[in-house]
């Protein structure tokens, strides 16, 4: 069961702005039962990412003030900080935009925007403000505010995908077909950010892919139509309504060992856990036992930054093992402990050889190389590291060890012990040509230099 920190309510304010529920489920029925049956008009669903303040603002400005119908927006934002999207929407036309609250009524004639770091779910008549798992590592997600929507409103759903990265957006708006919805579609080319439109209309069935200005007029003649009179439909959309949403209560199937057939081979960005691979259409979507969910497009996204992240900390790391080895190095000095000293200053030599080799993969420019080209020296480097570490160390020397102060650790004890790369740049280092090539001879070659005999003696 995930975390279920919601949004406070109006008028039920606790003291802590925010609460937590470990399951929010039969509360959230109860509260269900408790309300009015919804009233019948149209649920208008948008989503937009980059670009997307413009776009919405272009949608919504010509929409009248008697709009009969409500309207709820996601926007990709950061966690933190206030948003201005109400105010922002709010002077853009003439209907008046309000942060969305958990629990609040349903009412047409507003705009209800997902607040920071929380998704906006729908429900029958009312609508939920939750702190699930992030879904294509965006929370609010246009997902879950679309296919929630399309669980509770059925064919009453109008969804609506604007100008966006990647693909968030694409699922839920095949939900909003599958319960009969209408789906609204950006034209890409006409989009500041044309990829989440152009995916929507690569999986979807769309029913309409137009100018964003031609958006809002549209709107507001669909909501003044008759509503659709498929009662079935409406019907076995709400079969699901009052169910749960992962985005409102993670995901439990490891509990309930409900499993979708074995994992995949890849595993949660955010919290490691194994995904589960599913298949939607041309779609391809992984979720979690914890309840993150990603489409391919995501789930690659969230690897390349946490692959970053990755080489960030092993350059700290490899920084650090060089500063305290150079430290360590000084301190032997001091008390005549000459090969203990050398031994710490070719370890820390050979850190930070390989911290000059991962800087200049996070952030040297080569005009010329692809990422193809890095990759291969990255993983040529990184056998010929696994060589030397495996055993093809160089003999240890026999030296007379001088009498003198307590001895220092010896440094060829510890367990981090870092063998030469400046050798293997000789011979047959990561190609001539490669980078990691490159960067180990400049680098040994400045080490030769500034050392001299004493290099070559070790
Ligand atoms: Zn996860």
Known sequence: MGLNRRHDMPGRGNGQGKRESAGASAPSRRAAR????????????????????????????????????????VLHISPSGPSLLPHILSRAGRIAAVHARDGLEITPGRIYVAPPDHHLLI????????????????????????????????????GVVLSGGLDDGTMGLMDVKRFGGVALVQDPDNAMFPSMPSSAIENVQVDRVLPVDEIGPLLDRLVREPLPADQGALNMARHQADEPDIAEVGNDELKTKNLDGPPSKFTCPECGGALWELQNGKLLRYRCHIGHG??????????????EEALWSALRALEETAGMRRRMAARARKGSWELIAHRYEEQAKQAELRAGLVRSVLVEKIPGQTPEEAADAIQKTAAQARDWSAGKARPRQKVKVPPGPPKPPDPDSNLMNLQPLTQSSNGNSGGSGSRAGKVLKRRGAAERGQNGKKSEAH
């Open 123 to 158: 429900k029958p008549g009312h609508m939920v403000v939750a702190h699930g798992p992030r879904e294509n590592n965006a929370r609010p997600a246009i997902d879950p505010l679309f296919r929630t929507a399309a669980r509770s409103y059925g064919p009453w759903v109008v």
């Open 34 to 73: 408790r309300r009015p049956k919804p009233a019948d008009f149209r649920v208008i669903v948008i989503g937009a990412s980059a670009g997307g303040v413009e776009a919405l603002s272009r949608v919504i400005s010509p929409l009248s003030p008697n709009f009969p119908a409500a309207i709820f927006v």
């Open 294 to 307: 990603y489409t391919a497009e995501s789930l690659m996204a969230a690897q390349g930054q946490r692959l």
